[in-house]
C-alpha cells in the first residue's frame, strides 16, 4: 500500500510563503517522478509542479514559475514545494501524486495523497 501525506498547508497574507512537504511511504514503482497539483474552491483540479526521479528534471504550470519551486529527497522519500509570493488565486487544496514519469497530466499520475489546505488571505 503506497501513502503520500502532505503537510504544511495553512493561513498567509499575500506575498508570503509557505512550504509544503509530502512523505511517501510503501512501495511504488521503480524511481517515481512526483508532482503536486491543487484544486480551487468550484474549479478543477490543476497541475502545478513535478518533478523526475533524480531531481535533474523539473515542471512549472506557468502560473507558478518564478514563484515556487519543487524539490525532493530520495533519502527520506519527500518532496517539497516552497511557495513564495503567495497570491489569494494560489488558495486551494494541495495534492501531492506519484508517477512513473514527470507529467503535468494529472492522469498519468498513480497514487495521490489527501491534500492539505493552502489559504491565501488578501
Known amino acids: 500500500q503506497v501513502q503520500l501525506v502532505e503537510s504544511g498547508g495553512g493561513l498567509v497574507q499575500t506575498g508570503g510563503s509557505l512550504r509544503l512537504s509530502c512523505a511517501a511511504s510503501?512501495?511504488?514503482?521503480?524511481?517515481?517522478?512526483l508532482g503536486w497539483f491543487r484544486r480551487a474552491p468550484g474549479k478543477e483540479r490543476v497541475f502545478v509542479a513535478a518533478?523526475?526521479?533524480?531531481?535533474?528534471?523539473?515542471y512549472y504550470a506557468d502560473s507558478v514559475k518564478g514563484r515556487f519551486t519543487i524539490s525532493r529527497d530520495n533519502a527520506k522519500n519527500t518532496v517539497d514545494l516552497q511557495m513564495n509570493s503567495l497570491k489569494p488565486e494560489d488558495t486551494a487544496v494541495y495534492y501531492c501524486a506519484a508517477a512513473r514519469g514527470a507529467t503535468m497530466k494529472p492522469y498519468d499520475y498513480d497514487y495521490w495523497g489527501q491534500g492539505t489546505q493552502v489559504t491565501v488571505s488578501s
Open positions: 518533478i523526475n526521479w533524480s531531481g535533474a528534471i523539473t
Open positions: 510503501g512501495r511504488t514503482f521503480s524511481r517515481p517522478a
